[in-house]
């Protein structure tokens, strides 16, 4: 790890959460808290967890058990990747943390990657690891869905003039003022969309942004929750978002 990074996380890291939005996660939720740990040793970490009938959400219950800095939060039902994130971020801003993380479960993002996106928030206001920035890093993808992927990005850019290669990136760091601003009970989009929609809305709202490259990775474990009505509502999100005001 760089040197200036390891200063900045043994001596002067913030109160900083990772949030993991869970469901039928259990074959990754244990290594991948663990790896998230190794990278950021003194950071918290959100499961929230959408009831999984695989029992990923016992696993967490465990895991926070063992581990004060684990916690956990169950919904009692599944209702979209964008509502898990807002009850997260909900949580997060009730307890006072500095910085907010989101991140998938399933290793796509590469926890070591945690201190990078860390002390890139401390020059701007929300931070995206980007799979486009300056290439293209997407390991174990079928051609057609990194096509479809990159074009999203286009068409995003397009219509809304919002300046981020990789605005459908899940990978994200957020200081707290700016979920604060954000009126989380707004956001509209309950799948992917969701990430175009709150990115989109801090810009809007004058938020500097700051894109570092990642490489992304195709999970290896688990099922893509990917479907045609997430693809639907986020491309119907964006021409909303292209003649909205400022909000």
């Known amino acids: 790890m760089h040197t200036s990074i390891n200063i900045f996380l043994n001596a002067a890291m913030p109160k900083t959460l990772v949030v993991i939005p869970t469901y039928n996660e259990k074959e990754n939720i244990q290594a991948f808290t663990s790896a998230v740990l190794q990278s ?3 950071a918290h970490l959100l499961i929230v967890d959408d009831n999984s009938p695989d029992g990923t959400g016992k696993i967490a219950t465990m ?5 004060p800095a684990i916690h956990v939060l169950h919904r009692q039902q ?5 509502r898990a994130y807002i009850d997260g971020f909900k949580w997060a801003l009730q307890q006072k943390y500095a910085y907010i993380i989101q991140t998938d479960a399933d290793f796509s993002h590469d926890p070591k990657d945690l201190p990078r996106l860390l002390e890139a928030a401390q020059e701007a206001d929300v931070v995206i690891g980007s799979r486009y920035k300056g290439g293209c890093r997407v390991l174990n ?4 869905r990194l096509f479809l992927s990159y074009c999203a990005g286009i068409y995003v850019r397009f219509l809304t003039r919002l300046p981020v290669m990789d605005p459908t990136g899940g990978f994200k760091c957020f200081k707290r003022e700016v979920l604060e601003a954000i009126a989380l009970d707004h956001i509209a989009a309950e799948g992917y969309g969701f990430q175009i929609e709150v990115t989109h809305t801090a810009w809007k709202k004058g938020f500097s942004i700051k894109e570092i490259p990642i490489v992304f990775a195709d999970r290896i474990a688990g099922t ?3 479907s045609l009505a997430i693809a639907k509502e986020a491309i119907f999100l964006v021409l909303k978002l292209a003649f909205r005001r400022a909000p």
């Open 63 to 67: 895991l926070s058990s063992q581990n």
């Open 224 to 226: 893509s929750k990917m």
């Open 40 to 42: 950021l040793p003194r």
């Open 141 to 144: 993808w079928p051609l057609h």
């Open 78 to 82: 599944k209702e979209g990747l964008g």
